[in-house]
C-alpha cells in the first residue's frame, strides 16, 4: 500500500481541487423498496462517445451509496441556475428531497427531473473502487438538453458560466495614438456606453408617449413603493444624477398620474390608477429591450451580466436605501 506523504495537507489538497470548475448535477435513482432517491454531485464526466459512456463517483461513507451500488439505473441532470435551491436541497439530508418536485417519465424508474440544462438516463456499465471513492460508470441510453444557463460551482461557491469569444472583442477600428491611455477596455467607458445605448432604445420607445426618462423613474419608484415625500423620492433617484422638483411633480399631477396629498409642509406622492397603468406599459416596454439584448447575449451570458452588475452596485453604492426593503 502506497504510504501518504506526511506533509501532505488534505485540507490545501481540497482547495487546490476546488479550483477546477464543474457544472453542478443531480445524480437520482429508485430504491428497491420503490422509493426515489438523489444526491447532488459536481464530479460528473463524460467518458466515451461511442459507445456513449458518463461517469460520475460517490463517497464510501455517502448512506445512499448501497441503493446506488444494487441498481441498475440512475439519471443524471446537469442542473441551471434556476435550480440552484434544488440543489441545496439534494446536498442535504434528513428531509423528503422530492416533496413537490415534478418528474417526467424517463426510460427507467429513476427519478428525471425537470427544467435541467441536460439529462443523461443511465445503466450502471461498470463500478470501480477510487480511493476513498467509488466510480460508476454509465451507459448512456437516453439524453435531452436545453438552452438554459448551466449552474457552476468553483471553489466552494455557486458560479456562472460566460462564454469568452474566440478571437478578441474590438469595438474600435483602430488603437488609441500612443499619447492616450484612455482605451475601450476601461469599465467606466464600458459600463457608460452600454448604459446610454440601452438607454437610448428605451427613450425612443418612452418618448412615444411624451414622457422625458425622469418621469420614468419617478412612476417606477412609486410603482414599487408608493405614498412617499419628495425628499424620500430623490433618495431613490439621485444615483441617476437628476433632482425631482415640486414643480415636477405638480406636472405629473396635471396630467393625472401623480395624486398630491397632506399638507403643504408634509406632501405625500401617490400614483393614480391612470399614473399605475402607464408606469406598467413601460416596464412593459422596458423588458421588451431587455429580452432582445437576452437573446442577442445568450441567456447564460445575460444571467452572468446581472450578477457582475449586482456586484458593482454593491461595492460602489454610496450608501442609497434599498427600494425592494419591505416598509
Not at 160 to 167: G, V
Not at 178 to 201: A, F, K
Not at 284 to 303: I, R, T, Y
Request: glycine share 6%.
Amino acid at each position: 500500500m502506497a504510504m501518504q506523504n506526511a506533509s501532505f495537507d488534505p485540507q490545501a489538497f481540497r482547495a487546490a481541487l476546488g479550483t477546477f470548475t464543474t457544472g453542478v448535477t443531480i445524480i437520482t435513482t429508485q430504491a428497491e423498496d420503490g422509493s426515489p432517491v438523489g444526491i447532488t454531485a459536481n464530479s460528473f464526466n463524460s467518458v466515451s462517445l461511442n459507445p456513449p459512456l458518463v461517469l460520475w463517483s460517490l463517497s464510501k461513507n455517502a448512506r445512499s451509496l448501497p441503493v446506488f451500488s444494487n441498481g441498475k439505473h440512475w439519471n443524471v441532470h446537469v442542473l441551471s441556475t434556476e435550480q440552484e435551491k434544488l440543489s441545496g436541497r439534494f446536498a442535504t439530508q434528513g428531509e423528503d428531497k422530492f416533496a413537490e418536485v415534478q418528474l417526467d417519465n424517463g426510460v427507467s424508474e429513476a427519478p428525471l427531473l425537470q427544467d435541467c440544462t441536460a439529462r443523461f438516463q443511465c445503466r450502471t456499465a461498470f463500478q470501480y473502487e477510487g480511493g476513498d471513492h467509488v466510480i460508476f460508470v454509465g451507459e448512456v441510453l437516453a439524453f435531452d438538453h436545453s438552452d438554459r444557463a448551466p449552474l457552476a460551482f468553483q471553489s466552494g461557491q455557486y458560479a456562472l458560466a460566460t462564454r469568452k469569444p474566440r478571437s478578441e472583442l474590438r469595438l474600435a477600428t483602430t488603437p488609441p495614438p500612443p499619447e492616450c491611455s484612455y482605451t475601450e477596455d476601461l469599465l467606466g467607458y464600458l459600463l457608460g456606453r452600454g448604459h446610454y445605448q440601452v438607454l437610448n432604445t428605451l427613450r425612443r420607445m418612452v418618448s412615444n408617449q411624451q414622457l422625458d426618462e425622469q418621469a420614468f423613474f419617478i412612476l417606477s419608484v412609486l410603482c414599487i413603493r408608493d405614498n412617499l415625500s419628495l425628499e424620500e423620492i430623490n433618495t431613490f433617484v439621485s444615483y441617476t444624477g437628476h433632482e425631482v422638483t415640486l414643480a415636477g411633480m405638480r406636472f405629473l399631477e396635471r396630467q393625472h398620474l401623480v395624486a398630491i396629498e397632506g399638507d403643504a409642509d408634509q406632501l405625500r406622492f401617490v400614483l393614480t390608477a391612470n399614473g399605475r397603468e402607464l408606469s406598467l406599459q413601460q416596464l412593459a416596454l422596458a423588458k421588451v429591450v431587455e429580452e432582445e439584448l437576452s437573446a442577442k447575449l445568450g441567456s447564460a451570458d445575460a444571467q452572468a451580466l446581472k450578477v457582475l452588475l449586482k456586484r458593482l452596485i454593491v461595492v460602489s453604492d454610496p450608501g442609497l436605501p434599498d427600494l425592494w426593503a419591505p416598509r
